[in-house]
Nanobody
Framework: QVQLVDSGGGLVQPGGSLRLSCAAS????????MGWYRQAPGKERELVAM???????NYADSVTGRFTISRDNAKNTIYLQMNSLKPGDTAVYYC?????????????WGQGTQVTVSS
């Protein structure tokens, strides 16, 4: 079993910054990819940023250049530095961890942390 604890959300003004963190613990197998998703009211959950165990990253077009995902493998922790925040970034942000055993995909989620960008 894997547990993810994500944190760091809050209320911030447009143009401000926040840093989210996600700490993973438990029986993690293989070399997991970890990332951040977000879900705004009435919308589908979308991928924000993903980082593999090797350090490769992917970002949604809407956040490229503003958000940076990073990892600390020794701590099984990832971070999302969010700069130049916009009202459209308002959502619940969820941490995700994924790994493969054979051909089976295992995926775990954090509880979510609210990010609100408003004047």
């Amino acid at each position: 079993q894997v547990q993810l604890v994500d944190s760091g959300g809050g209320l911030v003004q447009p143009g401000g910054s926040l840093r989210l963190s996600c700490a993973a613990s438990g029986s993690i197998s293989g070399r997991p990819s970890m990332g951040w998703y977000r879900q705004a009211p009435g919308k589908e959950r979308e991928l924000v940023a993903m980082i593999t165990s090797g350090g490769s990253t992917n970002y949604a077009d809407s956040v490229t250049g503003r958000f940076t995902i990073s990892r600390d493998n020794a701590k099984n922790t990832i971070y999302l530095q969010m700069n130049s925040l916009k009202p459209g970034d308002t959502a619940v942000y969820y941490c995700s961890l994924k790994y493969m055993i054979g051909t089976t995909l295992y995926e775990y989620w954090g509880q979510g942390t609210q990010v609100t960008v408003s004047s």
